[in-house]
Nanobody, 117 residues
Framework: QVQLVESGGGLVQAGGSLRISCAAS????????MGWYRQAPGKKREWVAS???????YYTDSVKGRFTISRDNAKNTVDLQMNSLKPEDTAVYYC???????????WGQGTQVTVSS
C-alpha cells in the first residue's frame, strides 16, 4: 500500500527559503510523475509542481522561478526547494502522484509551511 511522508516544513520570514521532502513507499516510484500540492487555510488543495520520472518539471504560475522540484528515484524521494517565500505560500504541503487518481494513494500528514511578513 502506498505511503507518503512529508517533512521539513517550518516558520520562515518572507524572502526566506525552505526545503521540504517526501518519502514514498509501496509504489513503483520511477514510473510515476510526482507532485507537490498545498492547502492554505480556508482554501481548496491546489497543485504546485510536478516532476516526471524522466525529469520533466512543471510549475503553477505563482511559484515559477521561486520553487524547484527534484526527485531521487533510487531513494523514492521528491523534494521542493522554496526560495523567495511569500506570506501567500503559507499552507500545508503534501506530495502525491500527478495527476491524482492514477493509483490509490492516500494523502500523508503534510508538512506545515508558514511564511511571516
Amino acid at each position: 500500500q502506498v505511503q507518503l511522508v512529508e517533512s521539513g516544513g517550518g516558520l520562515v520570514q518572507a524572502g526566506g527559503s525552505l526545503r521540504i521532502s517526501c518519502a514514498a513507499s509501496g509504489i513503483p516510484f520511477s514510473r510515476y510523475t510526482m507532485g507537490w500540492y498545498r492547502q492554505a487555510p480556508g482554501k481548496k488543495r491546489e497543485w504546485v509542481a510536478s516532476m516526471s520520472g524522466s525529469g520533466q518539471t512543471y510549475y503553477t504560475d505563482s511559484v515559477k522561478g521561486r520553487f524547484t522540484i527534484s526527485r531521487d528515484n533510487a531513494k523514492n524521494t521528491v523534494d521542493l526547494q522554496m526560495n523567495s517565500l511569500k506570506p501567500e505560500d503559507t499552507a500545508v504541503y503534501y506530495c502525491n502522484v500527478f495527476p491524482l487518481g492514477l493509483i490509490a494513494s492516500p494523502w500523508g500528514q503534510g508538512t506545515q509551511v508558514t511564511v511571516s511578513s
